[in-house]
């Protein structure tokens, strides 16, 4: 029997209706697609190339589908907002995107109810398959010169770095003249272009996209669009899988570490510490989570007043078009690191522009920049801020420079509700210190909120769904090592860390007596390497 074609690994079209289909979109051009070729593939889409006969080269884009990607349903909305939001772009900007000539999804009628998974459409179309027919990305990507710290191979320079990184400031200037009276994503339908349901990170990622009874936008202003985000997050940790997110234990971070082997190990401890009682998914860890995420529900009016209700011309259209990740991925560049294109905008949505004007993540998103490249960003904004805006316009040249000095608290609550983050006890740390009561530390405003009635209550609520000990010690049986040192250092930390007895009234007999949270971060890990360390000297 003869194994399907390569060009098939991640679904079976009709490789004569899409080579019909691109030569009459090039008034008779053929074409060709190489049936041997490997499709490219990333995160939730796989690409194969198209080649003409004057040596012309397009791309068929196509979503992932199956178990663990997304709906059908949702992939092919996304699609269709991506392929709207390129000609949107290509429209009214001179921002580099790729230039879209064909797209058919799959959507034939809309959910039930307010989620997304509520219906399977059909493929009916030429191919077989929901497409997207563009051109190619002139360039080459970024990720394969931006290098990590302590990489084998030299990359990219800190000056190129900060040239790339200046240009992404200025096309974000560009950007922030595309306004839209509305938050959500964008849709092309008889010819106009149409805000409707937001398809943002975080309404879609992590199965948000089975949730019900959130609103799902058009955002009519700034503090609906931050709240309907915020009971995204609500509804996905009372109720949907965690993955690797344990508030008060941050996965260890190798830019902590100067010794990767010593990073290893503190990764190691934390994963033994994860898995004794199952503690991700467990109740005590979704209460904590519901806890910052009711707290940040009550800044969102404080933080969403605080600048850009200044800006008059926002009055009427105070939302603005964003790339959600603007990662070494993403962004192509020529050997000058000119930027070329920038690619993959799905999830892009009109946000508030307080949402905008944000550095991005380098080289991922979750990736904090440096203070260098968040100036150079910054100073790339400045200039075409400058050059663009009416020297009498002074209150809209100060409010925005204003919001861009305050970006990193926007940067901070995007990876906290997106859960595009790996530690985020730190990066909510950050936020109270900029927005909740200076009176009071975090570590004992998390306490007393364990203590209290209302919480005691909603763990105890939460608990009901726990896993049962047989189901706990499976699993632990699964997923802790076999070794005992690392067993022993896993079960007392959570017997120190008093983590199965938080949700009650404040005992003065407990162990942390001093109303503070046990937070397994880097000062435990280098405690423990340290203790080991010299116990093996001695």
Not at 502 to 514: E, F, P, S, T
């Amino acid at each position: 029997m003869q194994s399907p074609a390569k060009v098939f690994r991640y679904a079976e079209f009709d490789v004569n209706a899409l080579c019909e289909l691109a030569s009459n979109l090039r008034g008779g051009q053929d074409c060709h697609c190489n049936p041997c070729q490997v499709p490219k593939c990333g995160s939730f889409n796989w690409a194969v190339r198209l080649s003409f006969t004057d040596g012309l080269e397009w791309l068929l884009r196509s979503p992932l589908q199956g178990y663990g990607y997304l709906s059908e349903y949702t992939s092919g909305l996304l699609l269709a907002s991506e392929a709207a939001t390129l000609r949107y772009i290509r429209a009214y900007s001179t921002v580099p995107v790729p230039e879209v000539f064909a797209c058919k999804q799959v959507i034939l009628k809309p959910p039930y109810g307010t989620h997304l998974r509520a219906r399977s459409p059909s493929k009916d179309n030429e191919i077989g398959i929901p497409y997207m027919l563009q051109s190619i990305a002139p360039g080459t990507p970024l990720e394969d010169t931006w290098k990590n710290p302590g990489a084998d191979e030299p990359g990219i320079t800190h000056a190129d770095k900060m040239k790339v990184v200046t240009q992404l400031g200025t096309i974000t200037w560009q950007l922030s003249q595309l306004r839209f009276a509305q938050a959500g994503s964008l849709f092309e339908e008889d010819g106009e272009f149409r805000i409707k349901t937001c398809l943002s990170r975080g309404m879609v990622l992590n199965e948000r996209d089975e949730l019900e009874d959130i609103p799902r936008g058009p955002f009519t202003s700034e503090q609906s669009f931050f709240e309907g985000h915020l009971l995204a997050f609500l509804q996905h940790v009372r109720y949907l899988p965690l993955g690797y997110h344990c508030l008060l234990a941050p996965i260890p971070a190798p830019k902590e570490y100067t010794d990767p082997s010593q990073c290893r190990m503190a990764a190691n401890w934390w994963h033994e510490f994860v898995a004794m009682d199952s503690k991700i998914d467990s109740s005590y860890n979704r209460a904590d989570y519901v806890i910052v995420g009711e707290a940040l529900l009550g800044m969102v009016t404080k933080w969403t007043s605080m600048l850009s209700d200044k800006l008059p011309e926002h009055s009427q259209k105070p939302f603005v078009l964003h790339h959600p990740d603007l990662s070494v991925n993403n962004v192509f560049v020529d050997k000058d690191f000119n930027v070329t294109c920038i690619i993959d905008w799905s999830f892009c949505s009109s946000v508030p522009i307080t949402m905008l004007l944000t550095a991005p993540g380098l080289p991922q998103s979750r990736d904090e920049l440096d203070r260098t490249l968040v100036a150079s960003f910054e100073s790339g904004f400045r200039k075409a801020l400058v050059e663009c805006v009416q020297p009498d316009d002074c209150i809209i040249k100060d409010t925005l420079t204003e919001i861009l000095s305050r970006s990193r608290l926007t940067w901070l609550f995007t990876r906290i509700i997106t859960f595009d983050s790996t530690a985020d006890y730190t990066l909510f740390h950050d936020i109270w210190e900029s927005l909740g009561p200076p009176e009071q530390d975090l570590s004992e405003y998390l306490r007393s909120m364990q203590a209290s009635d209302k919480y005691i209550t909603l763990h105890a609520e939460l608990a009901r769904d726990d896993p049962t000990e047989a189901q706990v010690a499976a699993e632990e049986a699964e997923f802790l090592s076999k070794n005992v040192e690392k067993r022993a250092i896993a079960r007392k930390l959570t017997l120190v860390s008093e983590w199965s007895s938080r949700y009650r009234k404040a005992d003065d007999k407990g162990l942390r007596r001093n109303g503070k949270v046990f937070v397994a971060d880097r000062r435990l890990w280098q405690w423990i390497y340290d203790c080991l360390k010299t116990e093996h000297v001695d």
